[in-house]
């Protein structure tokens, strides 16, 4: 489990989001809103890995592509891309509450 970077204790608990920006942002980074009970800190890091792997499976239950798609440009491009949250970041004015640190 993750400790929260402001006062290192392991009591972090999953936040809810709390705008349409903070959803859409936990859906592509692959980061969550946390808080920890002891510090009243809240913040983003990444999932654990439990979490990961149900995002993940969960994705894989979604229909695939249909086969008359394969080799088309149409089909889904299984390559990762990279994001910088940094630069995502700089299109939204954040708070104390809601910033990375």
């Known amino acids: 489990m993750s400790q929260c970077p402001k006062c290192n204790s392991h009591n972090l608990r999953r936040s809810r989001t709390r705008s349409r920006w903070e959803r859409w942002r936990k859906e592509i980074t692959g980061r969550r809103p946390y808080r920890c009970r ?4 809240r913040g983003w890091l990444p999932i654990s890995v439990g979490d990961a792997i149900e995002a993940r499976e969960a994705a894989r239950r979604k229909a695939a592509d249909p086969p ?3 080799g088309t440009a149409f089909a889904r ?4 891309l990279t994001l ?3 630069q995502l970041d700089r299109f939204h004015q954040t708070t104390d509450e809601d910033s990375d640190s």
């Open 38 to 41: 002891a510090c009243d800190w």
């Open 84 to 86: 910088d949250v940094k």
């Open 68 to 70: 008359n798609l394969q």
């Open 77 to 80: 491009n299984l390559q990762r």
